[in-house]
Nanobody, 115 residues
């Protein structure tokens, strides 16, 4: 089993920046990738960005050029740097870890972009 704890969400004005953090613990030795998903009210959870154990990254078209996913010095941490935030980025952001035996999500952190 894997435990994921997110932090860094909050309220920010349009055009502003936030940095989300996620720390994984538990059965993480076989981790293949970590990712960020988001879910807006009334919508499905969607992939925002993913980074593999080899460092390859994938981004949703809606965030390319604005968001950056990165790994910490410890292999069990992942960050999401979000710049030029828009109101449509408002959502609950979830950290995700993919292992060879399955995957898991954190509890989520709220990001609200509003003036």
């Amino acid at each position: 089993q894997v435990q994921l704890v997110e932090s860094g969400g909050g309220l920010v004005q349009p055009g502003g920046s936030l940095r989300l953090s996620c720390a994984a613990s538990g059965s993480i030795l076989s981790m293949k990738a970590m990712a960020w998903y988001r879910q807006a009210p009334g919508e499905q959870r969607v992939l925002v960005a993913r980074i593999t154990s080899g460092g390859s990254t994938t981004y949703a078209d809606s965030v390319k050029g604005r968001f950056t996913i990165s790994r910490g010095n410890a292999a069990n941490t992942v960050y999401l740097q979000m710049n030029s935030l828009k109101p449509e980025d408002t959502a609950v952001y979830y950290c995700n870890a993919v292992m060879t035996w399955g995957s898991g999500f954190g509890q989520g952190t709220q990001v609200t972009v509003s003036s």
